[in-house]
């Protein structure tokens, strides 16, 4: 590499972190990161409270990794989904919506260190988000079962790290794609939330199809992870008189569901940067 494009590497290093930075300190400026960890608190405080009065089945009487299993297993995903769209939804719109990238833009830094430093803080940001959902878990997990942590549980969290990663990057690209905030933040909530499972359901239920280009479908590593044994590929259940209909689920394995996983973190996070280098800020 030459003297020249040495220099602008290091430069464009330079302007990510910078963008890195201010955009991470803008999320406590607006308050965002603070309602978001409001949410994640209240989340696992009704979570901590039902299970310490109720103690419904499958927490308590399944032993630890039942405890991880009904907990995290069934909420991880959904702190997912509100981290990426929270922080991620709005990080490119937001600066067409609200005019700012007029100012932004022209500045000597290229759009591709705004856009990788903008992506770098909204991680940052959810990760953070994620790991204190995580650490509520465990402090309660460790209150019912003193000293058990279950090594699914630590594979569990990192696979819901790797599923983060690629829903900000559908996110990145859905806020890109439109310049409007509100729009962009309720595209990613409902693609996540409703779409990728109505196609799971479809596409496994209906034709019969494992529905491997799914995101939603490789992120169920997080939860069946959890599950000992680990859920069969394939399953066909009989049902109906005489057993004369069958329903058909599928479940990915590990390195399936790590693969669709960073196939969209790939996809989408070129794709949302090439959005944003070929949108033009006009009025």
């Known amino acids: 590499m030459s003297r020249e494009g040495s220099k602008a590497a290091v430069g464009s290093l330079v302007h ?6 201010y955009n991470f300190l803008n999320y406590f400026r607006a308050r965002r990161f603070y309602v978001m ?3 994640i608190l209240i989340i696992a405080g009704l979570l901590t409270a039902l299970v310490g009065y109720y103690r419904p089945p499958g927490f308590v009487d399944g032993g630890a990794l039942g405890f991880y299993g009904a907990g995290w ?4 995903s959904i702190v997912v989904v509100l981290s990426a769209a929270f922080f991620g939804g709005d990080a490119i719109s937001g600066e067409f919506q609200n005019r ?3 100012f932004l833009v022209p500045n000597p830094i290229r759009r591709s260190a705004i856009y990788v430093g903008k992506w770098l803080a909204a991680l940052t940001a959810s990760t953070i988000i994620l790991a204190v959902f995580a650490l509520a878990m465990l402090a309660n997990g460790l209150f019912y079962f003193p000293g058990n942590v279950p090594w699914e549980f630590v594979e569990s969290f990192a696979f819901a790290w790797v599923y983060l990663v690629a829903a900000m990057s559908l996110a990145f690209a859905f806020s890109s794609l439109f310049k409007s905030s509100s729009i962009s933040v309720l595209m990613s909530v409902i693609l996540l939330l409703f779409v ?3 196609i799971d359901t479809v596409s496994s239920l209906v034709a019969g199809i494992e529905p491997w280009f799914s995101l939603t479908y490789g992120a169920g590593i997080v939860s069946n992870i959890l599950n000992v044994p680990y859920p069969a590929a394939k399953t066909v259940t009989p049902f109906g008189p005489g057993g004369r209909f069958t329903v058909v689920s599928y479940n990915a394995t590990v390195p399936e569901g790590l693969l669709i996983l960073l ?3 790939v996809v989408m996070a070129v794709l949302g940067l090439v959005l944003f280098e070929r949108k033009e800020f006009t009025s």
């Open 16 to 21: 990510v972190g910078i963008a890195a930075k």
């Open 37 to 39: 960890l409001a949410i």
């Open 73 to 76: 297993g069934s909420f991880a």
């Open 100 to 102: 700012t990238g007029y």
């Open 196 to 198: 990728f499972s109505v």
């Open 263 to 265: 196939v969209y973190l």
